[in-house]
Each structure stands twice: as C-alpha cells, then as structure tokens.
C-alpha cells in the first residue's frame, strides 16, 4: 500500500486547518449556506435532507486495519453507529455534525485519510478492479498508476473548477471489474508496440440523465505520457465543455455532439501543443511508487488446501460461502474473500462500527492488513490463504458478515434514495430491502446464477441503474414514488445500458416483477447461459411481458 509522504502529510493537515476556519465561519453566521456550499464541497461535505453528509476517499479502494478501526471510530463518536460504502470505494457518513466536521478530518488524516475531492466539480477518487494484484487475468497492477494521478490530480490548479464533476477508473486486464466505459475516461493496461506496457483509453462514458457508454479514443498510449494525454483531454473539454448547463456540462454530451472522431483531434491538438517532458512521469518516481504495491511475502504453498477442502465436505454453509464468496488467487494456496454488505433485508453497502473492527482484525490476521472496497458495495480480503479460509468465514458468521450471496440476484447495488439525499424522487432502500427478502432463498440466487440489479433513486443514477442486467429507477409520478424497470445493461467489458420495458410501477409490484422477470429467465435460458446472455439473445420483450402480464391481467 502506498504510505503518505512528507507532500501528502502537509496538504492534507492545510486543508484541514484550511476548512477548520471555514466551519468555525459558517457557525458563527459569518458565512451563508450559499458562500459556504463550494468550500464544503471541496471537503468532501453535502447538505442533505437531515443532515449534513461527510464522504471519504479510499483511493482505488485500498485500505488498512488501522484505517477501518479509525472508520468506525468516527462512526461511533460522530455518527450513528455506521458508514455506508459506495460504488466509488468511498465511504460516507449521513449524520456528523457540523462542528464535528474537522475534528473528524483530523482524525482521518492521522491514518493517512482524508475528504478532498470526494465531491465538486474536480477530478474525483480514482477506482481500480477489486482484485488488483490479485487476479490471475491482469497485465500489470493497476495501482501504482491510479496513485500516480491521484498524486498528479489534487488540488490541479487547471482542473480544480471543471465544468461537472470527472471520473477516471484503471484496470490491468481484458476482464472489466471496474466499469470503465461508464467513466468519463476509463483505462485499461494493455501492451503496445513495442511490447511494453500501454494505456487504451475510453472517453465519454457516463450516467445520470443522459448515459452514455464511453468510447476508444486511443488504443496505445505510453505509459510516460498518460499524464500528458490525460491533460490534453481535460484541457479539450474544460474548453469546450458546457458551463451554462448543468445537464450537458459532463464530457460525455460534449464526445457526443462533436463525434469521437472531432473530439479526437481536438485532443490531439491540445497533445501536440504541450511540453510533454513536463509531464512525463521519470522512471525512477514511477518504480518508487510501485514499489508500496509490491506484493506481500506469500508463503510457498501447494494449490490444494486440505482444510479447506475439510471444510466444504464437513459444512454445506461453508461451502456454499465458498462458491459465492471465494475468488480464485494469482498465488497458488491463496484465494480472495468477498465479504457482503448485503444480508437479507439489510441497507446495501451499509457497516457498522462493531463489523468495520471486525473486518479490520480479520485484515491484520489473516490478509496482510489489507483490505479493498469494492464497486459493487462490498469489501474485499485480497489476501487469504486457503487455509484460514474457514476461520475467516466462521468470523464473519459471528459477526453478521457471512452472506453466501457475491454477484448473485441479492447482492444489490443501491444509493440512499429518498431517505437522505436532496435530489432524489424516490426511495431505494425500502425496495432493496424488499427484493432481499422476496429472494433469499440463495437455493434459487445459485439456480440463477450472476445477476447484477441496481437501484438508483433519480435520474443522477448514484446506483448505476442504467448498466444493471436489472434497473430500478426511482421517478416520481404526482408527488408519489414510482420505478421504472430497464433490462440488458452492464457494467463490464461488454458494457451496455439497459432497455427501458415499459410503464413505471408502484413500489410494492417492483419486487414481484423482478422475481417474474427471474422466473422468466428460467424458462427461456440456454444450457449454460446467464441471464445478461438470454437477454442480449431474445431482446427485452420476454420480460417485459413477464413483468406486467400480472397487472395487464388486472387491467382487462
């Protein structure tokens, strides 16, 4: 893991001290709610419905047992007892107060944690694949470069007050865990030319009112100049970009409206013009931050653990766990544990501060002391040995973290909706929960197999509705909640954005639709084939029908 220098240590303890003044001034009345909103936003503070809300960062997801203790510490002294994980491996905080607001950046920056940039229009926290330096797919750990333009990132003085908000996602092999093409710029290592390691880039991915898919812009760029074209990129569109409207200020309408082409050579001339030996990241900095990202000192185990395999002969639970849960390792003996933040009618994402010291112990014992955050709202042991497996998921039992559910029907990605934020129209836990508990039964999520639903409680799409294989988007119909159900989209390598099935429907008939939708698929599947596969080879009308012949039966 990367460890702050003496830089970071100084711009995190100024800005720090910085908004401590900000806060002190908003209290005493010498600053209004409306001179105080670009300052608070800068420090990773909303205003929303009940309170203000705190996000933190936890670049690309990386994070130690020390950090999480110190998580849930804040949860306990200046909150409710919890934190709610998002699909950018932040992490947020829905009830501080105001005055607390420092005090807790203080505490964070003592673990090397901290707010900027986690909100306003800047360039946001960096995500990566949960698996990086893991997985047996990947080219390269991504890591070391999504920390290089973190580094390169804060507080730019050319990028600081960009048109919207930006976000940029790395990943090291063909297998997209990290939905780059919803991103405004999405990276995926590849090898050039010359046989050396090279970014393909994407641009204008994006979803909120207007999504978007993101598009290849360049297939090869050297590693020694990402930062210079990731420049003349920003520098295209905080141009170009649209400053007069909110809704088609994000790069994505301005790649749209001129074509990938145009807006390539747009890019292409800010690239020629730049001092590339500028911003060419020297050798010797790039190997010294790859160097945090070694990897741990793996023992020299066989593949096949006898424990393990005990376990799963000994406990069905156990090995149902297994299935879900475990993900196979580049090191033989090893594996990575996905621990859920999904039980049966709990809030997606959600933790407590008792679970976050859980997990931090598990971290320090049995993974190296690290932990990730994943996209899909949940965590991450990265670093397990087939041996501990078992103890590690008799822990999480004791401590309500053991759900067997990682990429099935239950393991929803939801925003808080309605029953926080200011935007939204509708609520989407209630109906989360709802569908947990309608489709519990992990005899039937296993007879499915994958499937990825999302929620999202307005058209901002913090629950990246719009790429689920199932969306939820929740609208409002004459002051009353109502969803709309899309089919089709996904997140991955071959990302799509789902179709829209028809009318919108009450929140009580969303989850039975979407158990017919399930049920649906059942029926009609190929041997083999998963759910995102059926619908991209009958289209959305199968289930369409299964979800409104209920309703339209009624209506005759």
């Not at 812009?217 to 590693?223: C, E, F, L, N, R």
């Not at 590339?276 to 990897?295: M, N, Q, S, T």
């Not at 709802?434 to 519990?440: E, G, I, N, Q, V």
Request: glycine fraction near 6%; include cysteine.
């Amino acid at each position: 893991m990367y460890r702050y220098d003496e830089f970071d240590h100084a711009v995190v303890r100024e800005r720090v001290e910085e908004f401590a003044d900000q806060v002190a001034r908003r209290a005493s009345g010498a600053l209004t709610e409306d001179e105080f909103k670009p300052l608070r936003l800068m420090n990773g503070v909303y205003l929303q419905l009940h309170a203000y809300m705190l996000r933190v960062a936890i670049p690309y997801g990386t994070f130690n047992s020390r950090q999480m203790r110190r998580l849930a510490h804040i949860a306990r002294t200046y909150d409710k007892g919890y934190g709610h994980f998002t699909t950018r491996t932040n992490i947020q905080y829905n009830w501080p107060a105001l005055t607390d607001l420092p005090a807790i950046l203080s505490d964070l920056a003592e673990v090397e944690m901290h707010a900027i940039q986690t909100s306003g229009n800047c360039i946001r926290n960096v995500t990566t694949d949960v698996f990086a330096g893991a997985a047996e797919d990947e080219i390269e750990d991504p890591r070391p470069w999504c920390e290089i333009i973190r580094q390169w990132s804060t507080i730019h003085p050319e990028f600081s007050f960009l048109p919207r908000k930006f976000k940029i996602a790395v990943i090291g092999a063909e297998k997209d865990r990290a939905a780059i093409r919803t991103h405004d710029v999405g990276l995926q290592i590849v090898k050039g030319d010359d046989g050396g390691t090279a970014f393909r880039v994407f641009v204008g991915g994006g979803q909120g009112r207007l999504p978007h898919i993101g598009q290849e812009i360049a297939s090869a760029v050297p590693t020694a100049d990402l930062l210079a074209y990731l420049t003349a990129i920003l520098r295209a569109w905080n141009l170009l970009g649209r400053r007069d409207n909110i809704h088609k200020a994000r790069i994505k309408i301005l790649v749209a409206s001129l074509g990938i082409d145009a807006f390539r050579e747009e890019v292409d001339r800010h690239y020629a013009t730049l001092r590339r030996e500028d911003l060419r990241i020297p050798e010797d900095e790039a190997e010294r931050i790859k160097a945090y990202f070694a990897p741990p000192p793996f023992e020299d185990l066989p593949k096949v653990s006898a424990p393990f395999d005990r376990a799963l002969l000994a406990d069905p639970d156990f090995a149902r766990f297994a299935r879900n849960n475990v993900r196979r390792h580049r090191q033989a003996g090893y594996a990575s544990v996905v621990v859920s933040l999904k039980p049966v009618g709990g809030v997606p994402g959600d933790i407590t501060a008792d679970q976050m010291e859980a997990v931090a112990d598990l971290a320090e014992r049995y993974s190296f002391d690290e932990l990730r955050a994943a996209y899909e709202q949940n965590l991450v042991l990265p670093h397990v040995r087939l041996d501990d497996v078992p103890a590690v998921w008799r822990a999480l039992r004791q401590a309500g973290l053991a759900t067997a559910n990682a990429d099935l029907a239950t393991d929803v990605i939801a925003c808080p909706g309605l029953d926080y934020c200011s935007l939204a129209n509708a609520r989407s836990i209630p109906v989360a929960q709802a569908l947990s508990k309608r489709l519990a039964d992990l005899d039937y999520q296993e007879k499915l197999g994958p499937v990825r639903i999302n929620m999202s409680g307005c058209i901002n799409a913090c629950g990246h509705h719009h790429v689920g294989h199932i969306g939820v988007l929740g609208v409002d119909r004459k002051g009353e909640e109502y969803y709309q159900i899309t089919v089709g989209g996904s997140p991955d390598e071959q990302a799509a954005l789902g179709d829209i099935v028809g009318k919108s429907l009450p929140s009580e008939e969303v989850a039975p639709a979407i158990q017919r939708t399930l049920d649906r698929y059942l029926q009609i599947r190929a041997e083999g084939e998963r759910f995102i596969d059926t619908v991209r080879r009958v289209g959305p009308e199968p289930f369409r029908d299964a979800i409104y012949e209920t309703l339209d039966a009624a209506n005759a």
